[in-house]
């Protein structure tokens, strides 16, 4: 089993940044690859980013190019997602998740087996 605690969330203005941190415990040497997701009340959670553990490579929503970064800590087991130039669109659950094994398709959340409990992310306008 894999545990996923997630951190850094809070309130920002439109413009502002945040960072969020994802510590991952447990049966760390399964992780493939590590994502965000996020979920805004009435709506399905959507992909955010994700980072493979190995090579570094990243994958990024169209929504949020140019404007977060997802990133790593191998030795600290832990994945970040710095967040710029937030806007009100982005207020929303994120959630970071683990993939165990290798997938052509890192923006479906199926792939991904362990999942953290969320942390609030409000843009003001």
């Known amino acids: 089993q894999v545990q996923l605690v997630e951190s850094g969330g809070g309130l920002v203005q439109a413009g502002g940044s945040l960072r969020l941190s994802c510590a991952a415990s447990?049966?760390?040497?399964?992780?493939?690859?590590m994502g965000w997701f996020r979920q805004a009340p009435g709506k399905e959670r959507e992909f955010v980013a994700a980072?493979?553990?190995?090579?570094?490579?990243?994958y990024y929503a169209d929504s949020v190019k140019g404007r977060f970064t997802i990133s790593r800590d191998n030795a600290k087991n832990t994945v970040y997602l710095q967040m710029n130039n937030l806007n009100v669109e982005d207020t929303a659950a994120y959630y970071c998740a683990i993939a165990p094994r290798w997938t052509p398709r890192p923006a479906l959340p199926g792939p991904y087996d362990y999942w953290g409990q969320g942390t609030q992310v409000t843009v003001s306008s």
């Open positions: 447990g049966r760390t040497f399964s992780i493939n690859r």
């Open positions: 980072i493979s553990w190995n090579s570094g490579g990243t």
